[in-house]
């Protein structure tokens, strides 16, 4: 499949120009012989042109991963997440124009895009105010490309992530709320003792294959586990995990870190 670029001036606050990838040609079809996979679909919205281009040159040197679109503002980033329905749209937190939050939470419940909010370490309040709008992932700016290309596949995937620092800090938010509340007995008696062990690792931080590696068993199955555990738990992403894990004293606070509770989880399935 071949792919033009065409600008299209949206006129959105930032007065900014949309650059949107669209296709030539017919894609192949899955039952084609020779078909691979189609590419990560990639919405890319930062106010600055420079990282906006320096997003699109990292991850398109990926022939996984494709951009096909750009915007400057939150309002752009609503207008192309619906138009072009992106597998993941990465969105910086100091977004100009409409608050990347409420820019967040409309993509998310207008077209069911899989939001990545890029942060940086002041961003505490975007944090938690974005898992509340839908965002199923969370990353630091300063996360390593290499890093940050996984993130995209694996948000891609469905499966929701929270960089390892981002998740002791919600831990930490949580651990200094008062009389925190307690999840239902019954939720908790809902998981098995190995999902509770997965639940555990998410509010570490940790990926499906990571977890997999952690427990000696397939990413198939660690996914599995993960999904359940968030059907369960009526948790749309991984951040509800987190606050579960932490609620039902799974996981503890630290100042520097959190640390599972002890003792260790049972390893039975």
Do not use: C, W
Not at 87 to 110: M, N
Not at 128 to 136: E, K, L, M, Q, Y
Not at 162 to 189: G, H, N, Q, Y
């Amino acid at each position: 499949m071949t792919t033009a670029l065409n600008t299209i001036d949206e006129g959105g606050a930032s007065g900014g120009r949309l650059s949107v990838l669209h296709s030539a040609g017919p894609s192949p079809k899955p039952g084609d012989a020779g078909a691979v996979p189609p590419p990560v679909r990639v919405l890319i919205a930062d106010g600055q042109a420079l990282v906006r281009a320096g997003f699109r040159l990292l991850l398109e040197a990926n022939p996984g991963i494709t951009v096909v679109g750009e915007a400057a503002s939150g309002e752009e980033a609503v207008v192309l997440a619906d138009r072009l329905r992106p597998d993941v749209a990465l969105i910086d937190a100091r977004l100009p124009g409409l608050d990347s939050v409420e820019a967040t939470g409309k993509i998310f419940s207008s077209s069911g895009v899989e939001v990545m909010l890029l942060t940086t370490s002041d961003d505490d309040a975007r944090i938690f105010a974005a898992i509340r709008a839908g965002a199923s992932g969370l990353l630091l700016k300063d996360t390593e490309p290499t890093e940050l290309v996984q993130a995209v596949e694996l948000l891609a995937r469905g499966e929701p992530l929270l960089s390892p620092p981002l998740a002791r800090r919600v831990i930490a938010e949580l651990a200094s709320r008062p009389e925190p509340s307690s999840p239902s007995p019954d939720l908790v008696d809902e998981l098995t003792a190995r999902e509770l062990e997965v639940v555990t690792l998410v509010a570490l931080g940790l990926s499906n294959d990571e977890i997999a590696e952690r427990l000696v068993v397939s990413p198939a199955t660690a996914k599995t586990h993960v999904s359940r555990s968030m059907v369960k738990l009526h948790a749309h992403d991984r951040a509800k995990l987190v606050v579960f894990a932490y609620e039902a004293g799974l996981v503890v606070p630290r100042a520097d870190a959190f640390v599972p509770e002890t003792p260790a989880l049972s390893l039975s399935a």
